[in-house]
């Protein structure tokens, strides 16, 4: 039975999932659409130069800021003034929402709620009144089935729809639209990367703070520092240097998303992340649907262009050798812990900063991915890994063996 959380906020009944292999779980298998898992997926047979073709008229340009963050018409550095209370960051994510909902543009909004019985577990839900996005607001690590949500919309009348989702989910999202017969679709993306279940959250969360339960935020801050809020209202920032990541599982992260690697979101509308806004958002306008959301609440926003400082290069080679250790079995390498603090004052100064920093993110998954496939599943190499990815990291040395060259079709 569908339960009404509170007026315009419907939790649907869902299917179970089929899960096979890698899988996060987007919702695809548990739709009536679910033969087309095999093509949908990213893990299995993606076609990124089509879908991005399919969504935005082009593939990314292969030079300049699209190699790292795909197609792009625009890109600001933003702020929803005034920020809303409860959002991830100043609510960019949630007014887009909420303004398509009031101007009739959509009847319902697909997203992610918090569980009522687990704050930290998100939960699919179809929104259907602008004043119940409020509910959705903030981040929770963990994926959940959105796009089984489609079905329950499309049952309940709902043709003119917007989701909310990550990367993942939408492509699989873009995959099936054009079977869904819907009158409009507005895609709201995040940028997603070193997602986990909700449970290894918990175990996270226990091991930064002695008071886990009250904690009601987290963030992985571009100044290269944690922030965890509480209940109460204390807030704590904890430099990445300082973080216990030794005491975390080496399983923490699945393998689906330490071999993703649509970290910006390229067939969203528009990526509404934080990466490459220095302490502000940041804001990817990817094609005319994206920008019809953008001037949608333009007159609420801070727009600015983009900064960029510092230079990458040193931080993922850094990292492109920690990967490999990791990846062969070895121990990491940790830095002496009397010089961590100096480094975590030095690291927000004089690190990569801004687009720098974002693209300096985008290099480390691309780093990542390839060294994580070639140790667990080095067949799925040429499938999973498109020419761009290469390209990220040729400068790092690594480069396709000729049997895994990149091939058709997952090129762009
Ligand atoms: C797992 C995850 C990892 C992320 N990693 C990065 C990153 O590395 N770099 C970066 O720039 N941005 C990342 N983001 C996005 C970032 O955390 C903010 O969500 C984004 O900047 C929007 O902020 P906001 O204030 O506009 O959002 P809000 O207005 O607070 O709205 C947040 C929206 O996100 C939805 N949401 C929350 N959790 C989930 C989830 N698990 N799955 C799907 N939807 C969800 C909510 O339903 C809500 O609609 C990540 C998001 C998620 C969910
Ligand atoms: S990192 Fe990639 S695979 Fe993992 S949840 Fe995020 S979008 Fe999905």
Redesign the pocket.
Known sequence: MPVDLAPGLIRPDLPAPARRGLCTDGGLSRMALARDCGRACQFIAPDYAAAKRAVHGRARAESGDELFFGPFLAMYRARLTPP?PG?????????L?EKLLQSGAVSAVL???PDPADRWR?MPVIVTRPEAMAA?????????P?LALLEPAIAAGHRRLAT???PCQVHALRHIEHKLGLERLYVIG????D?TTTENVHRFLALLDGQPESITYL??RPDYRVEIRHTDGRVRTIPFLMLPLAKLPADIFPLTCRTCVDYTHALADIT????GGQGA??LIVRNARGQELLELIRPELVLETPGSAGHRAAAVRGFAAQAARAAGGLPLRRMPRFLRPLVAWLQPRLGPRGLEFARA?VEMKAVETILQLRRTSPRRLRRMVPAHVWRLVAPYGITPEPRKAPGPPASG
Do not use: D, H, K
């Open positions: 809303a959002a991830q960051w100043s609510g960019i994510t949630t007014r929402a997203t992610m709620a998100p959705c607001r903030g981040m929770r690590m963990g994926t959940a959105l909310i989702g990550i995040t940028p997603c990367a997602n963030e992985f509404v992340g934080y990466m958002q940041w993110r």
